[in-house]
C-alpha cells in the first residue's frame, strides 16, 4: 500500500460486522475465565490483554498503523514523546552506560538526557550534526550503547546525515534512534537509510490538532542484538522478572526491542497513552499525507518571504535552496520537508518578543506542529533552562523566533508577518 492509503487504513482492519472506526476500549482491565489463563499472560506465554498500563487493543491498533508508516515490524504508544525517548534510550542502556547523541536537540529532549538521566547514571556525548567523522569517532566509548538524533531538529532545523550516523554507529555494533516527529514518515523514513528505532511526539503533526498528547516508538525489526550479547545483556539474557525468558529468544529480532519495553518499563513507569488520547491520533494519522503536503508548501512560502525581507537577519529551512542543509533535505526529505521555519528579527531577543505579540493570526503557544500556525520564542521558552552556550551548542540563537505555520493560506500567514514587522 501507498503511504497514503496506510494513513487511512492501516493499522485496523475490522471482520465481519465489527465498528468500521478503530473502537475505544476505554477499559482498566480484561475479564478471563481462569487464573491458569491469565498466568500465561503475565509469563508472556500467551497473547492477550489484563491491564491497560501494559497494553489496550485501541493503542495497539494505532501503534501498529504507525508502524505500518515507518515501515517497522512492532511499536508502542507513550503518553508523550519525552516518554517514548526515554524508553527508547533506556531499554538498551542503563547506570554506567553511555549514549552519542547529535547536539541539535529538543529543548526537553536535551534537558532529559544531559541532567534527569545523567543523575540515572547514564552519560551523554554531544556532537556537531556537522561534526567530522574523525570528531564523530572519537564519541564513541566501549560503553556506548546508541546513537540519537533527530531528523529535523527542533527548532534548529537541521536536517541529520542518517545514513553517515548510522553507519557510525554499527561500526560501533550499537542502534540509531531517530526522533522523527518534525519530517514524519510521509516525508521520511529513517529506517530505509540505515535507522534501527524511531521516536515521534505524537502530539505534533501526527495529531495536527491540538487534542491529545502522546509518543511512539517503532523498533525497525533489523538490528541484531545477539551479535552482542555483552551489550544488550536485557535483551540476551533471561530476565529474572518474567521467569528467565530471553526477549531475542522468545520474540525474535522483530519483536524483542517492543516486548522487553511494554513488559518491563511500561509494567514500572506506567507511561501509557490513553485509549482516547490513541482514538484522537488515529483521526489525526487518517490525513497525514495531506497535511503534511500543505504545511511543506506554506513553511517553504513563508521562508522565502523572510529570505527576503530586510527586516530579518536570518531564516533557516531546509527548502531553501541556499540552505546548508540543502542537499540533505533533497537526499532525505525530496518530496518536502515540515511547515517549521526558524529565523531572526533584526534588533534581537527584544524585537522578537515584540514582533510576536504584533502578529493577529499566529498565536504564541509552546505548541508546535499544528493545524493552526503558532510561534514561539525558544531561549525564554522551551529553552530557557539552558546557558547561552549551551543555546549556540544546540543551534537556537537567543533571537531565534520558531514559526509553525498550519493549514491556513500561505498569503494570509505571510500577511500576517508583514504587518507584524512593520
Known amino acids: 500500500m501507498g503511504i497514503g492509503t496506510k494513513c487511512v487504513q492501516g493499522g485496523y482492519r475490522p471482520g465481519n460486522g ?31 490483554y489484563f491491564y491497560t498500563r501494559l497494553q489496550n487493543p ?49 529543548g526537553g529532549t536535551y534537558n ?13 556525548t554531544f556532537v556537531s ?42 561500526r560501533h555494533g550499537v542502534p ?14 529513517p529506517f530505509e537509510f540505515g535507522a534501527d528505532i524511531v521516536t515521534h511526539s505524537t502530539t505534533k503533526y501526527m495529531d495536527g490538532h491540538g487534542a491529545g498528547v502522546g509518543g511512539c516508538i517503532v523498533d525497525s525489526g533489523r538490528f541484531d542484538w545477539t551479535k552482542y550479547p555483552e551489550k544488550f545483556p536485557g535483551l540476551c539474557e533471561p530476565d529474572d522478572s518474567y521467569h528467565g525468558i530471553t526477549y531475542t529468544e522468545r520474540f525474535g529480532l522483530e519483536g524483542a526491542f517492543i516486548t522487553k519495553a511494554t513488559a518491563q518499563l511500561m509494567r514500572d513507569f506506567g507511561s501509557i497513552q490513553s485509549p482516547q488520547n490513541a482514538f484522537l491520533l488515529n483521526l489525526g494519522l487518517e490525513s497525514l499525507h495531506i497535511r503534511m503536503k500543505k504545511h511543506a508548501e506554506n513553511g517553504l512560502a513563508v521562508a522565502r518571504y523572510l529570505r527576503d525581507s530586510d527586516k530579518v537577519t536570518w531564516v533557516k529551512y531546509c527548502g531553501l535552496e541556499e540552505d546548508r542543509d540543502y542537499e540533505l533535505a533533497c537526499k532525505y526529505l525530496p518530496n518536502g520537508s515540515c511547515g517549521v521555519v526558524s529565523f531572526a528579527v533584526k534588533g534581537g531577543r527584544a524585537a522578537a518578543e515584540e514582533f510576536m505579540r504584533k502578529l493577529r493570526i499566529t498565536a504564541i503557544e509552546t505548541h508546535v506542529a499544528d493545524a493552526r500556525s503558532c510561534c514561539l520564542h525558544p531561549a525564554s521558552s522551551t529553552h530557557r ?38
Open 385 to 422: 533552562q539552558m546557558t547561552d552556550e549551551e543555546l549556540e551548542a544546540a543551534g537556537v540563537a537567543p533571537d531565534m523566533i520558531r514559526f509553525s505555520c498550519g493549514l491556513e493560506d500561505a498569503e494570509d500567514l505571510i500577511a500576517d508577518i508583514e504587518q507584524a514587522l512593520k
Open 18 to 48: 465489527e465498528p468500521r472506526q478503530v473502537p475505544i476500549i476505554q477499559s482498566t482491565t480484561f475479564k478471563y475465565d481462569t487464573s491458569e489463563f491469565m498466568g500465561k499472560l503475565f509469563d508472556l506465554e500467551e497473547s492477550g
Open 176 to 189: 540509531l534512534i531517530m526522533d522523527n516527529t518534525f519530517a514524519t514518515p510521509v516525508h521520511c523514513r
Open 112 to 124: 532529559l538526557f544531559a541532567v534527569t538521566m545523567k543523575r540515572m547514571g547514564i552519560e551523554f
Open 129 to 170: 550534526p556537522y561534526a567530522s567523522d574523525e570528531e564523530l569517532e572519537a564519541a564513541f566509548r566501549p560503553n556506548t550503547k546508541a546513537v540519537f538524533g533527530e531528523t529535523i531538529a527542533n527548532p534548529a532545523l537541521v536536517v541529520l546525515d542518517i545514513e553517515r550516523f548510522a553507519d557510525a554507529a554499527h
Open 58 to 106: 485501541t493503542n495497539d491498533h494505532v501503534a501498529a498503523k504507525i508502524a505500518e508508516l515507518e515501515g517497522g515490524t512492532a511499536a508502542m504508544l507513550t503518553s508523550s514523546g519525552q516518554a517514548a525517548n526515554f524508553y527508547a534510550i533506556f531499554n538498551i542502556a542503563s547506570c554506567g552506560d553511555h549514549v552519542v547523541a547529535s547536539s541539535d536537540l529538543y
